[in-house]
Protein backbone atom coordinates (compact mmCIF):
# COMPACT_ATOMS: atom_id res chain seq x y z
CA UNK A 1 0.00 0.00 0.00
CA UNK A 2 1.61 3.26 -1.00
CA UNK A 3 -1.14 6.08 0.62
CA UNK A 4 -0.09 6.74 4.24
CA UNK A 5 -3.09 9.11 4.30
CA UNK A 6 -6.06 9.48 2.17
CA UNK A 7 -8.73 11.77 2.48
CA UNK A 8 -12.30 11.72 0.31
CA UNK A 9 -14.87 14.16 -0.23
CA UNK A 10 -14.64 15.47 3.95
CA UNK A 11 -16.89 17.73 5.19
CA UNK A 12 -17.47 18.81 8.69
CA UNK A 13 -19.06 20.79 10.70
CA UNK A 14 -19.09 22.41 13.93
CA UNK A 15 -22.20 23.10 15.49
CA UNK A 16 -23.42 25.43 12.25
CA UNK A 17 -20.13 26.24 10.98
CA UNK A 18 -19.00 24.90 7.72
CA UNK A 19 -15.11 24.24 9.02
CA UNK A 20 -14.22 21.91 5.96
CA UNK A 21 -15.45 21.79 2.58
CA UNK A 22 -15.54 18.22 0.50
CA UNK A 23 -11.45 18.17 0.96
CA UNK A 24 -9.47 15.58 -0.82
CA UNK A 25 -5.79 14.66 -1.32
CA UNK A 26 -3.63 11.59 -0.59
CA UNK A 27 -0.19 11.46 1.25
CA UNK A 28 2.28 8.57 -0.48
CA UNK A 29 5.11 7.03 1.65
CA UNK A 30 7.92 9.35 1.68
CA UNK A 31 6.01 12.98 1.07
CA UNK A 32 6.73 16.07 3.03
CA UNK A 33 3.96 17.60 3.27
CA UNK A 34 3.15 21.41 4.04
CA UNK A 35 -0.11 22.83 5.11
CA UNK A 36 -0.68 26.35 4.91
CA UNK A 37 -3.56 28.90 4.67
CA UNK A 38 -5.08 31.56 6.48
CA UNK A 39 -6.25 31.69 10.40
CA UNK A 40 -9.10 29.81 11.04
CA UNK A 41 -8.74 28.22 7.23
CA UNK A 42 -9.34 24.81 8.90
CA UNK A 43 -5.60 23.36 9.27
CA UNK A 44 -5.51 22.19 12.57
CA UNK A 45 -8.85 20.38 12.55
CA UNK A 46 -7.58 18.49 9.32
CA UNK A 47 -5.10 17.41 11.28
CA UNK A 48 -7.46 16.15 14.53
CA UNK A 49 -9.59 14.64 11.84
CA UNK A 50 -6.58 12.47 10.62
CA UNK A 51 -5.28 10.99 14.14
CA UNK A 52 -9.07 10.74 14.95
CA UNK A 53 -10.09 13.22 17.23
CA UNK A 54 -12.88 14.37 15.21
CA UNK A 55 -14.80 12.22 12.48
CA UNK A 56 -15.99 13.95 9.64
CA UNK A 57 -19.35 15.02 9.16
CA UNK A 58 -18.76 13.53 5.17
CA UNK A 59 -16.49 11.89 3.72
CA UNK A 60 -14.26 9.51 4.28
CA UNK A 61 -10.84 9.26 5.83
CA UNK A 62 -8.47 6.37 5.72
CA UNK A 63 -4.83 6.37 7.54
CA UNK A 64 -2.53 2.87 6.70
CA UNK A 65 -5.80 1.84 4.88
CA UNK A 66 -7.83 2.03 7.94
CA UNK A 67 -9.85 4.51 9.92
CA UNK A 68 -8.19 6.65 12.51
CA UNK A 69 -10.58 5.30 15.03
CA UNK A 70 -9.70 1.34 14.03
CA UNK A 71 -6.08 2.15 13.61
CA UNK A 72 -4.90 -0.52 16.31
CA UNK A 73 -1.10 0.36 15.61
CA UNK A 74 -1.08 3.74 17.02
CA UNK A 75 3.23 3.65 16.89
CA UNK A 76 3.10 3.98 13.91
CA UNK A 77 2.53 7.72 13.83
CA UNK A 78 4.37 10.80 16.29
CA UNK A 79 2.78 13.96 16.73
CA UNK A 80 3.86 17.10 17.98
CA UNK A 81 0.79 19.57 18.82
CA UNK A 82 0.45 22.95 19.22
CA UNK A 83 1.61 24.03 22.38
CA UNK A 84 1.65 27.31 24.33
CA UNK A 85 5.19 27.99 26.13
CA UNK A 86 3.41 28.89 28.88
CA UNK A 87 2.28 24.79 29.47
CA UNK A 88 5.99 23.30 29.05
CA UNK A 89 7.70 26.11 30.99
CA UNK A 90 6.05 24.72 34.09
CA UNK A 91 5.81 21.40 33.39
CA UNK A 92 8.09 19.83 36.02
CA UNK A 93 9.95 17.25 33.93
CA UNK A 94 13.89 17.05 32.66
CA UNK A 95 14.23 16.69 29.15
CA UNK A 96 14.79 13.08 28.87
CA UNK A 97 12.13 12.29 30.90
CA UNK A 98 9.57 14.19 28.40
CA UNK A 99 11.19 11.89 25.41
CA UNK A 100 10.66 9.01 27.36
CA UNK A 101 6.68 9.77 27.56
CA UNK A 102 6.51 8.94 23.99
CA UNK A 103 7.49 5.22 24.45
CA UNK A 104 5.38 5.21 28.09
CA UNK A 105 2.47 6.33 25.91
CA UNK A 106 2.68 3.39 23.71
CA UNK A 107 3.12 0.93 26.44
CA UNK A 108 0.33 -1.62 27.97
CA UNK A 109 0.32 -1.87 31.82
CA UNK A 110 2.36 -1.87 33.62
CA UNK A 111 4.18 1.15 31.81
CA UNK A 112 7.31 0.74 33.44
CA UNK A 113 10.62 2.31 32.30
CA UNK A 114 13.00 -0.22 31.12
CA UNK A 115 17.09 -0.07 30.20
CA UNK A 116 16.60 -0.24 26.83
CA UNK A 117 13.53 2.21 27.18
CA UNK A 118 16.11 4.58 28.19
CA UNK A 119 18.68 3.67 25.76
CA UNK A 120 16.49 4.62 23.19
CA UNK A 121 16.11 8.13 24.73
CA UNK A 122 19.70 8.45 24.49
CA UNK A 123 19.96 7.65 20.85
CA UNK A 124 17.37 9.96 19.76
CA UNK A 125 19.02 12.80 21.93
CA UNK A 126 22.16 12.32 20.44
CA UNK A 127 21.19 12.13 17.06
CA UNK A 128 19.40 15.50 17.97
CA UNK A 129 22.66 16.80 19.53
CA UNK A 130 20.35 17.38 22.57
CA UNK A 131 22.23 14.73 25.36
CA UNK A 132 23.98 17.25 26.81
CA UNK A 133 20.48 18.66 28.01
CA UNK A 134 19.19 15.81 28.87
CA UNK A 135 18.95 16.65 32.76
CA UNK A 136 17.76 20.21 32.14
CA UNK A 137 14.00 20.83 33.47
CA UNK A 138 12.26 21.53 30.23
CA UNK A 139 11.27 24.58 31.26
CA UNK A 140 14.91 25.81 31.52
CA UNK A 141 15.30 25.28 27.62
CA UNK A 142 15.37 27.46 24.77
CA UNK A 143 12.07 27.79 22.56
CA UNK A 144 13.82 26.01 20.19
CA UNK A 145 15.30 23.58 22.42
CA UNK A 146 12.07 22.22 23.43
CA UNK A 147 10.79 21.96 20.09
CA UNK A 148 13.49 19.88 19.40
CA UNK A 149 12.91 17.69 22.84
CA UNK A 150 8.94 17.27 21.42
CA UNK A 151 10.35 16.33 18.57
CA UNK A 152 12.39 13.89 20.26
CA UNK A 153 9.03 12.26 21.49
CA UNK A 154 7.63 11.99 18.52
CA UNK A 155 10.25 9.94 16.97
CA UNK A 156 11.09 7.94 19.86
CA UNK A 157 9.56 4.94 18.95
CA UNK A 158 10.24 4.83 14.97
CA UNK A 159 7.28 6.29 13.45
CA UNK A 160 6.68 5.93 9.92
CA UNK A 161 4.17 8.80 9.82
CA UNK A 162 5.10 12.14 11.70
CA UNK A 163 1.98 14.75 11.96
CA UNK A 164 2.79 18.39 13.24
CA UNK A 165 1.01 21.30 13.95
CA UNK A 166 3.00 24.62 14.13
CA UNK A 167 6.03 23.61 15.77
CA UNK A 168 7.98 26.59 14.36
CA UNK A 169 5.88 29.43 15.41
CA UNK A 170 7.52 30.52 18.60
CA UNK A 171 10.64 30.67 17.06
CA UNK A 172 13.34 32.68 16.21
CA UNK A 173 14.64 32.89 12.29
CA UNK A 174 18.00 30.41 13.19
CA UNK A 175 16.04 28.02 15.43
CA UNK A 176 13.47 27.77 12.64
CA UNK A 177 15.84 26.86 9.90
CA UNK A 178 17.32 24.28 12.19
CA UNK A 179 14.44 22.72 12.44
CA UNK A 180 13.54 22.88 9.41
CA UNK A 181 16.58 21.49 8.20
CA UNK A 182 16.51 18.89 10.45
CA UNK A 183 12.98 17.60 9.97
CA UNK A 184 13.73 17.77 6.06
CA UNK A 185 17.41 14.98 7.16
CA UNK A 186 14.48 13.06 9.15
CA UNK A 187 12.14 12.63 5.99
CA UNK A 188 15.65 11.48 3.41
CA UNK A 189 17.73 9.44 5.94
CA UNK A 190 14.70 7.72 7.56
CA UNK A 191 12.24 7.94 5.03
CA UNK A 192 9.71 9.53 7.67
CA UNK A 193 6.19 10.54 5.76
CA UNK A 194 5.96 14.21 7.54
CA UNK A 195 2.61 16.55 6.98
CA UNK A 196 2.91 19.53 8.78
CA UNK A 197 0.92 22.62 9.53
CA UNK A 198 2.56 25.71 9.46
CA UNK A 199 1.79 29.84 8.89
CA UNK A 200 5.49 29.98 7.14
CA UNK A 201 4.79 30.42 3.91
CA UNK A 202 7.63 32.26 2.95
CA UNK A 203 9.65 29.42 3.80
CA UNK A 204 7.48 25.90 3.78
CA UNK A 205 8.32 25.73 0.14
CA UNK A 206 12.51 25.76 0.41
CA UNK A 207 12.00 22.13 2.21
CA UNK A 208 8.77 20.49 1.45
CA UNK A 209 7.79 17.91 -1.11
CA UNK A 210 4.44 18.73 -1.67
CA UNK A 211 1.97 21.41 -1.05
CA UNK A 212 -2.07 21.78 0.44
CA UNK A 213 -3.17 25.30 0.38
CA UNK A 214 -6.45 25.12 2.29
CA UNK A 215 -9.26 27.91 3.21
CA UNK A 216 -12.15 25.55 4.24
CA UNK A 217 -11.76 23.97 0.59
CA UNK A 218 -8.64 22.52 -1.26
CA UNK A 219 -7.38 26.15 -3.19
CA UNK A 220 -4.10 23.93 -4.15
CA UNK A 221 -2.76 20.20 -3.58
CA UNK A 222 0.09 18.91 -5.21
CA UNK A 223 3.97 19.16 -6.12
CA UNK A 224 5.68 22.18 -5.52
CA UNK A 225 6.88 22.49 -9.05
CA UNK A 226 3.32 22.23 -10.19
CA UNK A 227 2.41 25.33 -7.68
CA UNK A 228 4.91 27.33 -9.34
CA UNK A 229 3.49 26.49 -13.09
CA UNK A 230 -0.12 26.42 -12.04
CA UNK A 231 -1.64 29.53 -14.19
CA UNK A 232 -4.60 29.61 -11.48
CA UNK A 233 -2.63 30.00 -8.49
CA UNK A 234 -1.15 33.24 -10.46
CA UNK A 235 -4.65 34.15 -10.80
CA UNK A 236 -5.22 33.40 -7.11
CA UNK A 237 -2.18 34.37 -5.60
CA UNK A 238 -0.35 36.93 -8.08
CA UNK A 239 3.01 36.57 -9.94
CA UNK A 240 5.26 37.53 -6.73
CA UNK A 241 3.38 35.95 -4.24
CA UNK A 242 3.10 32.90 -5.81
CA UNK A 243 7.14 32.30 -6.49
CA UNK A 244 7.87 33.56 -3.01
CA UNK A 245 5.90 30.33 -1.88
CA UNK A 246 7.21 27.89 -4.48
CA UNK A 247 11.18 28.95 -4.44
CA UNK A 248 11.27 26.44 -7.43
CA UNK A 249 13.49 28.97 -9.63
CA UNK A 250 15.05 32.71 -9.19
CA UNK A 251 13.11 35.31 -7.17
CA UNK A 252 15.43 37.91 -8.40
CA UNK A 253 12.81 39.08 -11.47
CA UNK A 254 10.07 39.29 -8.75
CA UNK A 255 12.05 41.29 -6.59
CA UNK A 256 13.23 43.59 -9.43
Known sequence: MREVVSVRNVDFRYNSDNVLS???????????????GPNGSGKTTLLKLILGYYKPTRGEIEVFGKKPENLKERDLIGYVPQITAGKIVSFPA????????????QKKFPKAIRREDEKKAEEILEMMNMVD?????????????RQKILLCRALIHDPELLILDEPVTALDPESRQEFYLLLERINREKEVTIM??????GEIGNYATKLLYLDRRVIFFG??????????????????????????????????
Open 196 to 201: MVTHDT
Open 22 to 36: DISFEVSRGDYLGIV
Open 133 to 145: LKERMVGELSGGE
Open 94 to 105: TAKEVVLMGLVS
Open 223 to 256: SLENFCQSEEMTRFFGEYSQHIICHRHDRRPWLS
